[in-house]
Structures are given as C-alpha cells and as structure tokens.
C-alpha cells in the first residue's frame, strides 16, 4: 500500500490522464472499490488562492504538495518520499500562486526524513531539507487537538476532479471536521483514528483534496487569527464523494516527533 501511494502521487505528477484510474484509492479503500471510483482527482470544488494568500505553500517536483515548517524545511507526506537519507532529487517551488509565475522561488532538497515506523498506514508525514532558505513566512504546526475541529482550509496544485489534471493555479476550498466515529463508519479498519483527522461534506461531497494535492496542509486561524496546521493532506476514497471524506495526518499527535525530526536536520 505504501508503494501504491508512492505510485499515485508521483503518476499524478506526470500524467494525471493515464493513471488516475489508479491513483484515487489509496490502499484498503480499494478493497470495496466504487466504480466511480476508478477515477482521480486534486482540490475539488475550489477557487482559486490569491497571489500570497498561503505564502507558506509549496509545490514538490514529485507532485506532491508541503508546507514551510521552516524556512528551509518543508513538511509533507510520508508517501510521496522513498525513504529517509541524502536527497538532491526534489525541487521545492514556492512563493507562487500560479507555478509559472517568473518570480517563482525553486530549491532543491538535500535531504528527507521520512516518519520513523512509516509503513503505509498512519505516521504519514515527512520533511524535506532545503538547499537555502524560502523568504516566505513559516506555517504553524497544532501542539495539541483543541483546534482539532471547526471548518478547515486546503489548498494544492492537484487533480481539480477525480481523474482530472494537475493544476497551474493554486486551488483552495472548505471543509467541515468529520469525527472519527462517522469517519470509521465511511473507511472502518484503514482509518487510523489517533493518526488520522477527516474532513469534508459527508452528506453532498463535492468539496475535498484530490491526487496530487498529497503533502499539502489542511489549516484554519487559531484563537489569535493565525494560520495552524492540523492536517497533511494523506488519502481518501476517490475524491470529494458523499460519505468518503478526505483523511489528513493528524499533525498534532505528531507535533513532538516533527520537532524533534526538524531540529536533527538543523531546522
Ligand atoms: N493520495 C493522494 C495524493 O497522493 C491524495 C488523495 C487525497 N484524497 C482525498 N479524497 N482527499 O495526492
């Protein structure tokens, strides 16, 4: 499952077309696979963000979405990285609404820290050590649930539909907490529920993260009006459909063990 993954946010990169039939069911949710379900998507039922309104996003070459947890480090997914070690292979690209902006900020990684005990179910979270610092503004990570809740915003470059293409333009939408009870009744084993955090419209669908969009954050203001990060965008059974909501890494179960991971890269 955790190769599947892999598989999915990689081909969504290069040809979203011809392997988004694959790449929407992440693992066990294939195990009961809906025929629609055959088909991939990205942030479905959005606008477009504004030039600087999440300044803190960032596209990776792998077609994945992260967040600047520093500013020369990017959190992400676990699944959309190989391992932990060495790696020249990812360019960040950030600053930028629209990807082929010209004042584009592009950075190469030198190294990954995958979540230690990543297997492809839960702990999926990753960071990416950039060559030279971002001169963006950073994104708060939750410390602990009590903003666990409310209504979220998520935002990516990814499929705008299942199946559909990769994006140009920074897409953002809405979506309501879903409880981890209602979220068990939708995914029932392959939810890891300490793990795990779900969000959007259980009754309507039609707003959600979609292939491609994996890595990015899922956010909303805390008590000071700030941008916190609660959720890294992880799976879902194909994209914005009644009763499958989407299923975020629940960042503040892992807040210690992002920190400590950051400060090993010299973060
Ligand atoms: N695994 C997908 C990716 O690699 C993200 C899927 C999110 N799906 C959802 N229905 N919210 O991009």
């Given at each position: 499952m955790r190769t599947y993954r892999k598989l999915l946010a990689r081909s969504t990169a290069v040809?979203?077309?011809?392997l988004a039939a694959v790449s929407l069911q992440p693992g066990p949710a294939q195990a009961a696979?809906?025929?629609?379900?055959?088909?991939?998507?990205?942030v479905v039922g959005g606008t477009k963000a504004d030039q600087g309104e999440f300044p803190f996003m960032v596209r990776l070459s792998m077609g994945c979405g992260g967040a600047l947890y520093a500013k020369d480090i990017v959190l992400t997914a676990a699944h959309c990285?190989?391992?932990?070690?060495?790696?020249?292979?990812?360019?960040?690209?950030?600053?930028?609404?629209?990807?082929?902006?010209?004042?584009?900020?592009k950075v190469k990684s030198t190294q990954v820290l995958q979540a230690p005990g990543y297997q492809g179910k839960g702990k999926d979270w990753a960071?990416?050590?950039?060559?030279?610092?971002?001169?963006?503004?950073?994104?708060?990570?939750?410390?602990?649930?009590?903003?666990?809740?409310g209504d979220f915003t998520i935002a990516?470059?990814?499929?705008?539909?299942?199946?559909?293409?990769?994006?140009?333009?920074?897409?953002?939408?809405?979506?309501?907490?879903?409880?981890?009870?209602?979220?068990?009744?939708?995914?029932?084993?392959?939810?890891t529920p300490g793990d795990e955090i779900c969000a959007g419209k259980m009754d309507t669908g039609g707003v959600d993260t979609c292939q491609g969009d994996s890595g990015g954050p899922m956010f909303r203001k805390d008590d000071a009006g700030q941008w916190l990060q609660v959720g890294i965008?992880?799976?879902?059974?194909?994209?914005?459909?009644?009763g499958k909501?989407?299923?975020?890494?629940?960042?503040?179960t892992f807040a210690a063990d992002i920190k400590k991971a950051a400060d090993g890269l010299g973060g």
């Open positions: 040809g979203a077309v011809a696979p809906d025929p629609a379900g055959s088909v991939h998507t990205q990285v190989d391992g932990s070690g060495p790696n020249t292979s990812i360019t960040a690209t950030a600053g930028v609404a629209d990807l082929e902006d010209s004042h584009a900020v960071l990416i050590k950039l060559a030279k610092p971002v001169d963006q503004p950073t994104l708060k990570i939750a410390q602990d649930d009590k903003l666990n809740s990516g470059w990814g499929a705008d539909k299942e199946g559909g293409d990769q994006q140009r333009y920074l897409l953002k939408a809405t979506v309501p907490f879903v409880d981890d009870a209602t979220c068990q009744k939708a995914y029932g084993d392959q939810l965008v992880s799976w879902g059974d194909g994209c914005a459909r009644p909501p989407g299923v975020y890494s629940e960042v503040s």
